[in-house]
């Protein structure tokens, strides 16, 4: 009993942590959650069916893929060209090293000095420098989205003990 309760508070508190690491760079946030529902669902007084637990998996992967490509889509959707993604995926792994404005501006610059680099109008740079900027978003978003649906899991089952 005293085990579950400790699982069950660690688990939450991971979910939380994870909602907070969808916005904080180098905490990631929807596996965190996914391991927070794991620890809630180890305990003897709530089982997840293996189709929540697969649920939640596929979609806390599939969001990690999403939110390393989005910025990039963003840039191909806002007339980037090949230049502007890669310039947009290579200032995203540059970006993680200079915390969460790195992030930010990362694919941001990216996409902009690539375009330029193409040969592009500042113009062009710009927009493609935006698409990336609300990939980011998009791609922020989906994480947030992944932990609700985790949450939401764990407090469905949580709520069905009372």
């Known amino acids: 009993m005293a085990l579950d309760i400790f699982l069950i508070v660690v688990g939450i508190l991971a979910i939380l942590i994870g909602f907070v690491g ?7 946030g929807p596996p965190i959650a996914y391991v927070g529902m794991l620890l809630v669902h180890f305990t003897d007084r709530i ?3 293996w189709v929540e637990l697969v649920v939640a998996l596929v979609v806390m992967l599939a969001t990690l893929v999403l ?4 910025p990039a889509i963003g840039t191909k959707k806002f007339g980037g060209s090949n230049y ?5 995926v290579i200032g995203t792994f540059i970006g ?3 915390g969460f404005l790195g992030i930010i501006l ?3 610059i ?5 375009e330029l680099i ?16 609300l990939g980011f978003l998009a791609g922020t978003l989906a994480k947030i989205i992944s932990c609700g649906i985790i949450l939401f899991f764990v407090l469905k089952a949580l709520i069905g003990l009372i």
């Open 67 to 70: 939110d390393f490509i989005a």
């Open 96 to 98: 993680l090293f200079f």
């Open 106 to 108: 990362g694919p941001f």
């Open 118 to 133: 193409g040969g592009r109008s500042m113009g062009a740079a710009l927009r493609s420098g935006w698409g990336s900027f």
């Open 22 to 28: 969808c916005i904080v760079p180098m905490l990631p």
């Open 84 to 88: 502007g993604k890669w310039g947009c």
């Open 110 to 114: 990216g996409a902009v000095v690539g």
């Open 47 to 49: 089982q997840f069916s």
